[in-house]
C-alpha cells in the first residue's frame, strides 16, 4: 500500500526556515522522480520543485529559486524540502507528490503558515 505522510509545517517568522518531510512507504522512493506542490487558499495547486529518480536533475519555480531545496534520502524512503528566507507568499498547504506505473499518489499535506 503506497503511502506518503507529509511532516514539519508551522507557523514561522519571515526570514525564518522550516524543513519539510514526505516519509514514503510501499514503494521505492529512489526509483521515481518526485514533487513537492503547494496550494494557497483560493489559488490552484502549483508545483515547487521536482527532483529526478537518480537525483540528478531538480527543478523549481523561479519564486523559491536559491531559497528552497529538494533532496531524498533514499535509505530512509524520505523526500525533504528545505526551505530558507521564507516569505508571506509561501504560505500554503504543502504536498508530497509520486507518479508510479500504477497511479499519481498524494499526501494529506502540512501547511506552512510565515506571519510576523
Known amino acids: 500500500q503506497v503511502q506518503l505522510v507529509e511532516s514539519g509545517g508551522g507557523l514561522v517568522q519571515p526570514g525564518g526556515s522550516l524543513r519539510l518531510s514526505c516519509a514514503a512507504s510501499g514503494f521505492t522512493l529512489s526509483s521515481y522522480a518526485m514533487r513537492w506542490y503547494r496550494q494557497a487558499p483560493g489559488k490552484e495547486r502549483e508545483l515547487v520543485a521536482r527532483?529526478?529518480?537518480?537525483?540528478?536533475?531538480?527543478y523549481y519555480i523561479d519564486s523559491v529559486k536559491g531559497r528552497f531545496t529538494i533532496s531524498r534520502d533514499n535509505a530512509k524512503n524520505t523526500l525533504y524540502l528545505q526551505m530558507n528566507n521564507l516569505i508571506p507568499e509561501d504560505t500554503a498547504a504543502y504536498y508530497c507528490h509520486a507518479d508510479l506505473s500504477e497511479g499519481a499518489y498524494w499526501g494529506q499535506g502540512t501547511q506552512v503558515t510565515v506571519s510576523s
Open positions: 527532483i529526478t529518480s537518480a537525483s540528478i536533475c531538480t
